[in-house]
């Protein structure tokens, strides 16, 4: 099987950079034929809201990038990873109108959230779902704090719902999680047009040994993901326990300063996968106090691959991962007293270190294997293409109709 991948980079590496990228070993590794078409964000910085606006809603350059690999390379499946803001939608009706099957995978929920992680001053807010343009978030400034900026990303959604992009261009949509998929199809998405897959572990370090005295953070070093929640849980707890922290991300310069403050604190920086496992291997338990819906974090997945239990926010699609007094400690999120008292748990606990980390492994070999998610993949990509066979018979036999008239709706937009 022939498949493209796009994948619009962010700035700081993150958890969707390394989905797009194990997802494409994994597909070459199974004797596909992969190509990837990289966008990113260098010079974003210099442009207005208006201008990263109409790029983000329609783009002719990505149209034409996509085109123009299409005509070259004919594949079957086109696997849209992240569009906004350089790449945008265009790279869908590029793909559509080549008679690709086009899959679009949701890492976030940009879709109907202008800020992509349905999240306002510190909770979830649903306020944008189920809106056709989500005028809320330009009210709020959700986007870059905002509101012109945002309203550049909200014209984006509004114009795309209107055009019915997502029910007639994308063949198929791939959530991270049943919790994600539900949220998408409050938010107008056919049910029948989106599947779940989870992320998986490309290469399966082994069990650690959970011999520790500390615990572990990795990720974005970022307000959703909690940081706030975990330094003030770990002013109640002291020097009762040690905290190790991998990441980076706008709030770092808080954690460096916190771990110069506090002996028990240590601040690693961003480090390579290897040294990451070596620490999660050895941590009594994963850390992820996320504020926000997450798709489904990494480092979830990575610390039941080592049998390492997590103590996680009680909050999107975590307590579909990580059961509670099974494979870890589901908290309240935002809850910091509650935080410090499962983290004391989890330092102080030897069940959590033979039962707990004999579920966790069990948990990661059900599910989140390499090789259970390429079968998942290629039934996905197999329905996608059977999807996309009958809208071009429907086109073929009323060309009046459905995607064809889409595809000038679109190209309108363009001209």
């Given at each position: 099987?022939?498949?493209?991948?796009?994948?619009?980079?962010?700035?700081?590496?993150?958890g969707?950079?390394?989905?797009?990228?194990?997802?494409?070993?994994?597909?070459?590794?199974?004797?596909?034929?992969?190509?990837?078409?990289?966008?990113?964000n260098?010079?974003?910085?210099?442009?207005s809201?208006?201008?990263?606006?109409?790029r983000?809603?329609?783009?002719?350059?990505?149209?034409?990038?996509?085109?123009?690999?299409?005509?070259?390379w004919?594949?079957h499946?086109?696997?849209?990873?992240?569009?906004?803001?350089?790449?945008s939608?265009?790279?869908?009706?590029?793909?559509?109108?080549?008679?690709?099957?086009?899959?679009?995978?949701?890492?976030?929920?940009?879709?109907?959230?202008?800020?992509?992680?349905?999240?306002?001053?510190?909770?979830?807010?649903?306020?944008?779902?189920?809106?056709?343009?989500?005028?809320?978030?330009?009210?709020?400034?959700?986007?870059?704090?905002?509101?012109?900026?945002?309203?550049?990303?909200?014209?984006?959604?509004?114009?795309?719902?209107?055009?019915?992009?997502?029910?007639?261009?994308?063949?198929?949509?791939?959530?991270?999680?049943?919790?994600?998929?539900?949220?998408?199809?409050?938010?107008?998405?056919?049910?029948?047009r989106i599947?779940?897959?989870?992320?998986?572990?490309?290469?399966?370090?082994?069990?650690?040994?959970?011999d520790?005295d500390y615990?572990?953070?990795?990720?974005?070093?970022?307000?959703?993901?909690?940081?706030?929640?975990?330094?003030e849980a770990?002013?109640?707890?002291?020097?009762?326990?040690?905290?190790?922290?991998?990441?980076?991300?706008?709030?770092?310069?808080?954690?460096?300063?916190?771990?110069?403050?506090v002996?028990?604190i240590?601040?690693?920086?961003?480090?390579?996968?290897?040294?990451?496992?070596?620490?999660?291997?050895r941590?009594?338990?994963?850390?992820?106090?996320?504020?926000?819906?997450?798709?489904l974090?990494?480092g979830?997945?990575?610390?039941?691959?080592?049998?390492?239990?997590?103590?996680?926010?009680?909050?999107?699609?975590?307590p579909e991962?990580?059961?509670?007094?099974?494979?870890?400690?589901?908290?309240?999120?935002?809850?910091?007293?509650?935080?410090?008292?499962?983290?004391?748990?989890?330092?102080?606990?030897?069940?959590?270190?033979?039962?707990?980390?004999?579920?966790?492994?069990?948990?990661?070999?059900?599910?989140y294997t390499?090789?259970?998610?390429?079968?998942?993949?290629?039934?996905?990509?197999?329905?996608?293409?059977?999807?996309?066979?009958?809208v071009?018979?429907a086109?073929?036999?009323?060309p009046?109709?459905?995607?064809t008239?889409?595809?000038?709706?679109?190209?309108?937009?363009r001209?």
């Amino acid at each position: 099987m022939r498949i493209l991948t796009i994948h619009n980079s962010y700035q700081t590496r993150g958890g969707e950079d390394e989905s797009c990228d194990a997802e494409n070993s994994l597909l070459a590794e199974m004797g596909h034929e992969v190509r990837r078409l990289s966008f990113d964000n260098t010079g974003i910085g210099g442009l207005s809201a208006i201008t990263i606006g109409i790029r983000a809603t329609w783009s002719q350059t990505s149209y034409s990038r996509v085109h123009h690999e299409l005509n070259d390379w004919r594949p079957h499946i086109v696997n849209v990873h992240n569009f906004f803001p350089m790449a945008s939608p265009s790279v869908h009706y590029a793909a559509a109108r080549a008679g690709a099957a086009v899959v679009q995978t949701l890492h976030n929920y940009r879709l109907m959230c202008p800020g992509a992680l349905l999240l306002r001053d510190g909770q979830a807010c649903e306020a944008c779902l189920g809106k056709r343009i989500p005028w809320p978030g330009v009210i709020h400034g959700c986007y870059r704090s905002s509101r012109s900026a945002t309203a550049a990303v909200a014209t984006m959604c509004g114009v795309h719902n209107a055009l019915g992009t997502w029910r007639r261009v994308v063949s198929l949509f791939v959530a991270l999680s049943e919790f994600a998929r539900n949220k998408f199809i409050e938010g107008g998405i056919p049910a029948d047009r989106i599947v779940v897959k989870p992320h998986f572990v490309p290469e399966d370090p082994g069990v650690g040994v959970g011999d520790g005295d500390y615990v572990l953070f990795v990720g974005r070093l970022s307000a959703e993901k909690g940081v706030a929640v975990l330094l003030e849980a770990w002013r109640q707890i002291g020097d009762a326990g040690k905290l190790v922290v991998i990441g980076d991300g706008p709030l770092a310069g808080l954690v460096r300063e916190e771990a110069l403050r506090v002996g028990s604190i240590t601040y690693l920086g961003r480090r390579p996968l290897p040294d990451v496992y070596h620490f999660m291997g050895r941590a009594r338990a994963l850390v992820c106090p996320s504020i926000c819906y997450e798709g489904l974090p990494r480092g979830i997945i990575e610390a039941l691959c080592r049998g390492t239990p997590v103590v996680a926010s009680g909050l999107g699609s975590m307590p579909e991962v990580v059961t509670d007094r099974v494979t870890g400690w589901l908290v309240p999120p935002g809850d910091a007293t509650a935080l410090a008292r499962r983290i004391r748990e989890a330092l102080a606990s030897e069940e959590s270190q033979t039962t707990m980390r004999a579920a966790a492994r069990a948990a990661f070999e059900s599910r989140y294997t390499k090789e259970r998610n390429g079968e998942l993949l290629m039934e996905i990509y197999q329905r996608a293409i059977a999807q996309a066979a009958r809208v071009n018979c429907a086109d073929a036999a009323n060309p009046h109709a459905g995607t064809t008239r889409n595809l000038r709706s679109a190209r309108d937009l363009r001209s």
